[in-house]
Each structure stands twice: as C-alpha cells, then as structure tokens.
C-alpha cells in the first residue's frame, strides 16, 4: 500500500486502486510514500529512449502494474507526430519543450494517451469485471485529450462537460464532434470553476449511488495520479537531452517555467525532483488569475478575488486542485491533518494560510510570476518577431514568466509549451497585429499564410467533422445527465 489521502492517512490504496478510484473516499487525492521517490537512479535515465524512460520512472511510481512496457509502447505508438514525443527547441539561449505533438495538439495528451490504459490495466489485474465509467471536467484541453484516450476502450465510458462559453471555438469543435461509441460531451452554465466544483459534487454522490450496480467512477482530471506519473517523464527527456547536446554536464540545475492552472504540469517536476533530477527552481506562471502567484509569495491562498475569461483559458483557475498534493509533501509530520483543515478552510471561508516550516519548504523549490492580457500579447508577438518562434497563449505567460525570472537565475531555462498556436488562432493572430473578423478555421489558414508554421493533421481535418453532442445543462443537473445516460 503505497499511497494514501491527503486528508487522512488511514486511507490506503495500492497503486493499482489509486488509479481505479482516482479520488480518495475523503475526497481527497492520493499521494505515494516518500519511498517511491528516495530509490530512484535518476541519472540512469539520461541515456535511454523516451519510452525506456517512460517504462522504469512509471514503474517506480506505479509498482504495482505488470506489464508496463506493453502500456507505454501502446499509449505512444503511431500517435504523436514525432518519435521523439517532447521535442526541446532550442529559442535564444533558452529552450522549449514542446508537449503538445499528440492526437489533440495539447500537453495532456502525453498523459491521457496513457490513462486509459493503466485503467484497463488496473481492471484486469484486479480481476474487475466493472464497467469504468469517467466524469471529468475540462477547462478546454483534458476534455478532448481524455475523450481521444478513451474513445472506443473496451470496458469503458466517458461523460465529459466543459464551460459554456469557457473554452475557444476550436476547443469546442474538437469535442462536440469527438467520434467513439462509449463517450458523451455536454457543456454546463457557469465557469470552469462551477464546473469543476459540481462535477466533483456529482462524483461523490454518484459513487454512493452507484455501488452494487457494476460500474465504477473514475476521474480523467490530473487528481488522478495516472495522469501525473506520465508527465514526470518528460522533465527527464528534457534534461537528458540537455546533457546528451552538451548544453550542461550532469548535476548542474535546470529550472523549468511551466504555465499553470490546475498545478499537475508543475507538480510533475516536482515529482522528478523529488526522484533526483537535478531540478533548480520550479517557476509557476500564472495568468490574470494569480491566485498561485500570490500563494507562492505570501503562503496565503485566497479564492476570494475576480475570476477572469483570458486568452489563456486552460490556466483560468481559482482553486488548483494538485496544490493539495504539494501541501501534504510540504508539511510532514502531521500532514494529512494539516491538508484537511487548509482544504476545509477553502471549503469554508475560500482562503486558507500555511504555516511557516510549510511555507519555507515550498519557498525552497519555488517561484512564480504573472502575466496580464497585455502581457501575454506582447509575448506572443515579441517571441514570433525577436526570436522566430510562434507560441499559443499558454506557452506565451510562460515566456513572459522566462524573461522576468532569467534576471535571478544562472541556471538554463526551459519553457514548457503546453499548447499548438492553432489552437488558440484568434487570439495568436491579434497578437501579431491581425484583427480580422474571420472564423477560427479561416485564421487558422490565415496564420499559416503569415508563418509558415504547419497546421497540425487532426485540427485542419475538424472543419468538415460532424458536430455530435449539443446538450448545455444548468450546474445543478449534471448528476441526472449522467445518470439517465448510464440508464
Ligand atoms: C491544462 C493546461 C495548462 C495547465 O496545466 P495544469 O496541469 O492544469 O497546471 C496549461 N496550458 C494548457 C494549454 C493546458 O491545456
């Protein structure tokens, strides 16, 4: 038994049920025991191959699935443009990783081409003969991410609801025409964070409902730890590819920019340092809603502020939810008492504050900057003019974090770059000067003419796809949506 609640450490699971459940029966996430990380040889990995790296670091988080190299081969195999899978860029004298080469052209699909495979993995060894069925809400990206891992997975289902009006128009075709005879896509009134809240409300109440009948609930969202353990691994292909071009020798650190919303990406690295990659500064880049960036700088987290539609729309987020897996490692002994007091404090009264010893142990490994609206345009436009490379709005906070932190670090830098510009087109090319009234997919071509940067396969081909799911619910009935689809 390897992992337990954040909130209660009484609650074990191995790692096999921590997959399953995704969520504790607290509510709180799972986190794995100190001895998972301490054992790890990181500097091992330099030489292997993406997937060998990606087989011996989920191994080492996950110890209890068999048959990992058949998991990783078949989760990456013929379904990201590049066999590198994370290509490093070298931009300046800095680098990207660019994570977003997979089915749907964003970071998650690095994780979420693995998930549903450690679930039927899971399902398997454990003899389940259940049927999975997962809620998940998305601010844009882990919806059409998850729906594309689970599309067609035997012994599976996925209901997925995103925000009205949440999410770009580009996001939103990509789910609404998501093809696959085991998924349902519907959007909710309200913003990510309403969304959020209720479809976690749904899913403890529908777990209680739902015993005896032969299906089981699971999250998609990155609480659940199979979608963190497969983001650890491309810290390591970043640094082991640093190394093998003889930017830096083994050892020296490297600090990584990442922008964040819900804090999986970030905790990733966290992760890797905690198994011995030589890890400087973790930079949290937030956008207009830096709910993170001032936590980080006072150990204060306060919910009770503005929240702002951005550009960026994956990172408009109040309430991080991975955070709470960084307080409990934050705040050892006693942390799952801790956990749940911060967790009901948020619940309670939307703020909670740390504890010095806590707050000096995040201080140690990380910083975090933010960026406006303004910000991040200029971002986007300086990067394109000054440097040649062309970045979505979410990779563009970070490279705005980049320019303000490299004045307090030696250390190199690498950028995480979580999205493909098509993504997010409209908004990419306004950045650039272009303000035309175009629909997406015609600036989308118009950004191509501009660039020259090729439009990824799977979005030049949504323009003509079927739209298949129009259903928009009031927050409140999310839970008889799915019940009636599961009828
Ligand atoms: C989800 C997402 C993020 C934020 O990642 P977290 O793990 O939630 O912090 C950033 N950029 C893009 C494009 C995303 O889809």
Redesign the pocket.
């Known amino acids: 038994m390897n992992y337990v609640s954040t909130r209660d450490n009484r609650l074990k699971a191995d790692s096999l049920n921590a997959v399953l459940n995704g969520i504790a029966p607290d509510g709180g996430l799972y986190v794995g025991s100190e001895s998972l990380f301490s054992g790890f040889d990181a500097k091992k990995t330099v030489d292997m191959d993406y997937r060998t790296k990606a087989c011996s670091i989920m191994s080492t988080l996950l110890p209890d699935f068999e048959n990992m190299e058949a998991v990783v081969e078949k989760a990456y195999s013929g379904k990201f443009d590049t066999s590198e899978i994370t290509p490093l860029v070298k931009v300046g004298n800095d680098y990207v990783l660019e994570l977003?080469h997979g089915p749907t052209s964003?970071?998650?699909d690095v994780a979420l081409s693995m998930l549903p495979l450690l679930i039927t993995q899971a399902m398997a060894q454990s003899k389940q003969k259940e049927e999975t069925v997962i809620l998940t809400a998305t601010?844009?990206?882990?919806g059409k991410?998850a729906l594309e891992g689970f599309k067609d997975v035997h012994g599976t289902k996925i209901v997925v609801f995103y925000p009205y009006n949440g999410v770009s128009e580009i996001q939103k075709t990509q789910m609404v025409t998501q093809q696959g005879s085991n998924v349902l896509v519907c959007a909710v009134k309200g913003n990510f964070d309403d969304c959020q809240r209720e479809v976690k409300k749904a899913f403890v109440n529908l777990n209680g409902k739902l015993k005896g009948t032969g299906v089981r609930l699971s999250s998609a969202n990155?609480i659940n730890i199979g979608r963190l353990a497969p983001?650890v691994v491309y810290y390591f292909s970043a640094y082991g590819d640093l190394v093998k071009r003889g930017d830096i020798k083994w050892g020296e650190l490297v600090d990584f920019v990442?922008?964040?919303?819900?804090?999986?990406?970030?905790?990733?690295g966290f992760y890797a340092k905690q198994m011995g990659l030589p890890v400087g500064k973790l930079v949290c880049a937030c956008n207009q809603n830096n709910v993170l960036e001032d936590f980080i700088n006072t150990g204060v987290y306060d919910r009770n502020r503005e929240f702002y539609k951005t550009q960026?729309p994956?990172?408009d987020?109040l309430v991080?939810?991975?955070l709470e897996r960084l307080l409990f490692m934050a705040s050892a002994p006693d942390s799952d008492k801790k956990v749940s007091s911060w967790m009901n404090d948020l619940a309670d009264k939307g703020r909670f504050s740390v504890d010095d010893e806590t707050f000096s142990f995040i201080r140690q490994s990380f910083v975090s900057y933010s960026c406006s609206e303004e910000e991040t345009r200029a971002a986007i436009n300086s990067c394109w003019n000054e440097s040649h490379y062309l970045c979505?709005p979410?990779?563009a906070v970070a490279w705005h974090c980049l320019k303000l932190h490299g004045k307090n670090t030696q250390n190199k830098c690498v950028v995480?770059s979580?999205?493909s510009a098509y993504?997010f087109p409209r908004a990419v090319l306004s950045a650039l000067g272009y303000n035309e009234d175009l629909s997406d997919f015609e600036q989308m071509s118009k950004l191509n003419k501009i660039t020259g940067v090729p439009i990824p396969e799977n979005l030049k081909k949504l323009e003509n796809a079927e739209v298949r799911f129009t259903d928009v619910v009031d927050r409140q009935n999310i839970e008889s949506f799915v019940l009636d689809y599961l009828k």
């Open positions: 977003f964003a970071f998650k601010s844009g990206d882990t991410a990155s983001q990442v922008p964040t919303g819900n804090f999986g990406d970030i905790l990733a960026s994956s990172m987020i991080s939810s991975n979505d979410h990779t995480l979580t999205a993504k």
